[in-house]
């Protein structure tokens, strides 16, 4: 949704590529999203957000509304990477939407930006495994949300590659 226009999908990957692009806009989702696991796809069972050389900035927010996206892969579920400015949320009353990465050797949300002026912020929302930053000029900012791990997964919740916290939780 952007300037009271409201675009469906049916794809969320169609749908990321849309809010990234957006300008300020706020994709919502409406439904939990699985994708697939690393075995089933491998070139589909993550998201991944990065500009172009040529692209603008992407500045959008996530609205997981109650909702969760999931999925089973060894790797990064949803990672977000260069000249990125996003906002994570959940509007719903129970704070439950957001990422859940099944692997225990996964990472929920991932984030490696390129600038200081670039930035992820966690408003609100559920995420597991964990949530990492690395190789990172830009800023990881928690001010809610709820960091779930299994008993088999590490006990990081955010992190920088040196393992140093780098929010409060």
Sequence with gaps: TKDDKTIY????????NAAKTS????????QNVTLPSDAEDRYNCN??????????????????????LSGNTWGNLLVFSGRTNVTLKDS?????GGVRNMN?????????????????IIEGGAYSARVAK????????ISGGVFENSANASAIFACDRDGKDVGTL
């Design 23 to 30: 300008g300020g806009g706020t994709l919502k989702l409406l």
């Design 47 to 68: 998201i991944y957000i990065h500009p172009e050389s040529a692209d603008p900035n992407f500045v959008f927010t996530v609205d997981w509304n109650g909702h969760v």
């Design 9 to 16: 999908f049916n794809d969320i990957q169609a749908a990321f």
């Design 92 to 96: 719903s009353n129970s704070n439950t």
């Design 104 to 120: 225990t050797n996964g990472i929920a949300v991932y984030i490696s930006l390129d600038g200081y002026e670039h930035s992820v």
């Design 134 to 141: 690395w190789n990172c000029k830009g800023t990881l900012q």
